[in-house]
């Protein structure tokens, strides 16, 4: 889920680009949340303990706290370097006031919606981008009361028996009691895919897919269920695409 926030004292503005940001492409494919503040200080009282947008757009020029000093005081926790800050503004004389608050992007009023999807785009990849490389490289696993820390790019793939879960590495084999879902959600969901009830498939393993069934470099043959097989086939294309970029 990408949480997005847009302040804007002008409900015309706000209207807009709830719009272009629900009716923009990426809505099929990326779960989207958006909440409207019409004046810095009701923003400003959301993040007051913490944030959890991923996304601002913000007006510049707004009665009370302006959206500068919105700004400010959002970046004052180091917590919220994360969020992407775009401003929004027939103004173009503040770049400088807006220096310091290190915003993601300027977009200039009147909006154009061509222009706003490429930028929306643009950003909900930069903040896929951030949350991947924050995601923990290795993956806790326990057995018998003892954790061990598995290298993510060690895992092969990871397949459910009843209430087990059977974790294939490169070099090893780890059985524990969990489920797939419990471990998928641990887990970078580019690279890992779930090809079938019972397994969870790293595509940096995968050797060569066929119509119902998987080759792995080791060898091994793995079912893909006939409910996957086109979501499997279209998310393989997007990693291998990924790797080339």
Known sequence: MIHIAICDD???????????????????????????????????????HSCHFDLVFMDIEMEGISGVTAGHILRADC????????????????HVQLFDVRPSGFLKKPLHRASFEQKLISLI???KRKRQRSKPRLLPVNQKGSETLVPIRNIMYLAS???????????E?????????IEESKL????????????LVNFFYVKQILA?????????????????????????????GSLIE
């Open 188 to 199: 970078p969901s580019e690279q890992f895919v779930r090809i079938h009830q019972s397994y």
């Open 125 to 127: 990849q930069n903040i």
């Open 79 to 94: 917590d919220n370097d994360r969020v992407q800050l775009v401003y929004v503004s027939s103004h173009e004389e503040y």
């Open 10 to 48: 002008d409900k015309p503005t706000t209207e807009q680009l709830e719009d272009m940001i629900l009716n923009n492409p990426i809505y099929r494919t990326e779960k989207l949340d958006v909440s409207i503040f019409y004046s810095g200080e009701s923003f400003t009282r959301a993040i007051q």
């Open 212 to 240: 119902r069934r998987m080759i792995l470099t080791s060898g091994e043959e793995l079912p893909i269920s006939e409910k996957q097989a086109a979501a499997v086939k279209m998310n393989y294309l997007k990693f291998r």
């Open 173 to 181: 084999q780890l059985e524990y009691y969990s489920t797939l879902s």
């Open 161 to 171: 028996d009843r209430r087990k879960v059977i974790l294939r590495t490169t070099d």
